[in-house]
DNA sequence: CTGAAAGCGCTTACAG
DNA sequence: CTGAAAGCGCTTACAG
């Protein structure tokens, strides 16, 4: 900067004021140092500006979650960072790796570079006051979780609503033996799995179905250990007549084992989350999505409004999951009550 | 800092002595020093420091990609993240939407953020000049795309070894009649997709079939084109008994219109790019599969090397494509030749 | 319309 | 083992 302001032979001061856009500067002079900045190839260094700026802003965000490669994560990430640069603002991105520890560091290591603020997919969904008292005065929103047991902006799907929805969706086509297959999450304690379980039980509760009707295996910790457990399912008797898989791997070793058995096209089966060309498995697996995009974008916009002063409560962000038909899900019980189904309540 | 250093009673000196774990302080000092930071709850302004810091680093890395929610950016950045972190870096990632304006753009921003070097994933292979230029001093890499006409680091896929392998490995079964089913990328000068071709197309012509002898698709545009095209094909005489799709939305493409002619058994795929749940379809699809995860790693490496002080003449690093056997391309011809096929030079 | 002075929070080069 | 002074490249608050 003060080579460019020695050659354009002005001060500094008009130098910043031309980067900066600011007025009051004569066209001649903007001319001269335009140039100036052509012939040094000069750039400006955003950190030591950032150092002395009136607001304090660095017009950084840090971005940190449990795994940025897998696709929920990644889509989040492209849709925040769609946003960041529209606001110049870059984008920090980590991933925790579900260590608790780690996360605190990562924290530590964004607040160190000064970032505006943090989108965080936690690593424990029972340690949210850790990572909000290691933010510490930076904006936090936190992403596919609630916080527990602190207030905090949070933006996450409805995963009871998701549930219950896909649960409803198989008792309009007449079942009335459903299997819920949960797989377990990276972390221990996973909220969304449990609201997933939760939503599910209930519309099936509401649906006059008790508990004891209602297979249920859980921790399918893979999709190898969800092929085995629900190859057995589906030879039980009575045998149930559709499936929930609440996660990917649930899912994964259901299509496997439905296929096995010969079941693929006689057993009806609804996912939760989506994944790449699932239309291309026979029947096409119907799924809910969730809309990993829109809840980037929508963490992204909750942390810009913090960060621009807005001072509400926190608020959680509850974004609908989208039922996707493609086949799997629509095959209807063998014999089918001929007793219509009425959605119960909540609607 | 300052009131650090006033409530620990020591000057400024001692307490940055203290944060860079610097050696000549006292034990009592040191303990002074980390209780006072400790309860001013102080975070080291890593911007600060770096303006002044000896070597010049500022600990950050750009990752720059067309789309970073694509599996194969996904993957590599993750990677990346995981080498980074290991060296305290932090890594700024964006997405430039194969906009050659937007990547300039986003490139001197890195800049202005003093990014210690940028990993690209260029927009346009043919203007890897200008990219080149841009980055003006920062050390540069590229991911996934060789620079044309200017040296540079680069790390990628061995795209016409892979599709030559993939020819291979389908002569190797007995077939003679192997179509080609080409996707554009979303740069139109897609060097990777020329070199698949390149590569498929010498090894059928060493192993003595003709260019007329071997049906190609080009510009399947999207999965529905290529389903539609590939329709087609498979019903033409004479029929290919296999088919090489040179990109995931071919891949698909294929797939469906395999299964929808009933071939899906009788006409053998191979794919280039794993996806996800591969093993889900009847029967499983065999693929190449690239190193996403290994290019991310290499790349970081490469990048470290040089602002490391690496002066070496610019590389282009080639990571082999890996079969991934998984039913569809095993598949033999009805007449398989009786004569057995002997691999072609290069090796 | 323009510029000289002070200072952001640190590190460097030095003196004790 | 410790600290006072200078300066990194910018912006702020001011005076002209």
């Known amino acids: 900067m003060r080579h460019v302001a020695a050659l354009a032979g002005v001060g500094t001061k008009t130098v910043s004021r031309v980067v900066n856009g600011e007025p009051n500067v004569s066209a001649a002079t903007i001319e001269r140092v335009r140039h100036a900045i052509e012939r040094l190839h000069y750039q400006p260094n955003l950190d030591a500006a950032n150092l002395k700026r009136a607001n304090g802003r660095t017009l950084t965000l840090g971005f940190l979650v449990g795994n940025l490669a897998d696709p929920f994560s990644a889509a989040a990430l ?49 340690h949210s006051f850790r990572a909000l008292e290691a933010a510490r005065g930076t904006s936090l929103v936190f992403l596919g979780a609630l916080p527990m047991g602190v207030p905090g902006d949070a933006v996450t799907t409805d995963n009871a609503a998701g549930a219950g929805q896909a649960a409803d969706h198989l008792l309009r086509l007449g079942h009335r033996r459903i299997a819920y297959c949960g797989t377990v999450a990276a972390t221990a304690d996973d909220v969304a799995a449990e609201e997933r379980y939760r939503g599910f039980m209930e519309k099936l509760g509401q649906a006059g179905i008790t508990a004891r009707d209602i297979p249920v295996l859980q921790n399918l910790q893979d999709a190898e250990t969800a092929r085995h457990d629900i190859a057995r399912l589906i030879q039980s008797s009575p045998r149930p007549t559709a499936i929930f898989t609440a996660g990917t791997a649930g899912t994964a070793g259901a299509i496997k084992a439905l296929r096995e058995s010969g079941m693929n096209n006689s057993i009806a089966l609804v996912g939760f989350d989506d994944f790449p060309l699932a239309d291309l498995v026979d029947p096409g697996i119907t799924v809910f999505a969730q809309d990993a995009e829109g809840i980037g974008r929508i963490a992204a916009e909750t942390l810009f409004a913090r960060m621009d002063g807005f001072s509400g409560e926190p608020a959680t962000h509850l974004i609908p999951a989208t039922l996707k038909e493609r086949g799997s899900g629509e095959i209807r019980p063998r014999s089918a009550s001929r007793r219509p189904y009425v959605a119960a309540g909540i609607s």
């Open 78 to 126: 492209r849709a925040i960072e769609e946003e960041a640069w529209e606001r110049k603002t870059a984008v920090i991105s980590a991933s925790h790796d579900y260590d608790p520890q780690r996360e605190l560091e990562i924290i530590n290591n964004f607040r160190g570079r000064c970032a505006d603020g943090i989108i965080l997919g936690p690593a424990s969904g029972r």
